[in-house]
């Protein structure tokens, strides 16, 4: 079946930089997406990745994807309380549709 | 311009009854998808309508359905609502092939 899964908690200081890792199980995935979500809010789309990619680079944002071991990262740099959310990495499944599969997501909390 | 807009903001239904969703699509986006997020989880695919057809359906019960209106924008039906059913529904639009961007939900209580 299709699942993704990433650890629930990320606890950084304001500053650093804070690494959101994720697994999923979809080979065929073409593009993997990263979401965020601030509390009461909908998705907002924050950068995406092509399955033939190693790295992407988006201003403070990179993402990295190791397609053999199915692991997706995204480092955020210069973490800002701000980019206090939920994030959420959703590969693209391409079984039946064009269907964005979400695991429960990453919670990043930013303190001063 | 205007993003993906959903309609209503918030609700509040009782066991049994029936709801129907709004959402309007970006301009120019053929493809809308629902999503159903309940409290502390990721979103679950519901359904998927690409140019009025519908091209995926999630693993829910036959209480759900949806269309695609000619304008591209979409409705999501439930019907005998149950309490579990409470959730944020969640709309997004494409022009197809992944790239969603999600409307700021219903949030739906079911009581």
């Known amino acids: 079946g299709e699942d993704v899964e990433q650890s629930l908690f990320l606890s950084v200081r304001e500053g650093d930089s804070s690494v959101i890792n994720c697994t999923y199980t979809?080979?065929?995935?073409?593009?993997l997406y990263w979401y965020k979500q601030e509390p009461g809010a909908g998705l907002q789309l924050l950068t995406y990745?092509?399955?033939?990619?190693d790295m992407k680079q988006d201003q403070r944002l990179t993402v990295l994807l190791n397609k053999k071991d199915k692991h997706l990262s995204l480092r955020i740099a210069d973490t800002q309380t701000g980019d206090s959310a939920i994030y959420f990495c959703?590969?693209?499944?391409?079984?039946?549709?064009?269907?964005?599969?979400f695991g429960t997501g990453t919670r990043l909390q930013v303190f001063p | 311009d205007a993003g993906v807009t959903q309609s209503p903001t918030h609700l509040i239904k009782t066991r049994g009854q029936h709801v129907t969703l709004r959402c309007s699509p970006i301009?120019?986006?053929?493809?809308v998808s629902w999503y159903q997020q309940v409290l502390g989880q990721g979103p679950q695919f519901i359904f998927q309508?690409?140019?009025?057809?519908?091209?995926g359906r999630g693993n829910f019960p036959d209480r759900f359905s949806a269309r695609q209106f000619p304008n591209y924008s979409s409705e999501l039906n439930v019907n005998a609502l149950l309490l579990g059913d409470s959730a944020l529904y969640l709309c997004?639009?494409?022009?197809?092939?992944?790239?969603?961007?999600f409307g700021s939900g219903t949030r739906l209580t079911v009581v």
């Open positions: 997004a639009s494409s022009l197809g092939g992944g790239g969603y961007t």
């Open positions: 959703a590969p693209l499944g391409t079984y039946n549709t064009d269907k964005l599969i």
């Open positions: 309508y690409y140019e009025k057809e519908e091209r």
């Open positions: 990745i092509f399955s033939n990619m």
């Open positions: 979809d080979s065929s995935s073409t593009y």
């Open positions: 301009s120019g986006h053929k493809s």
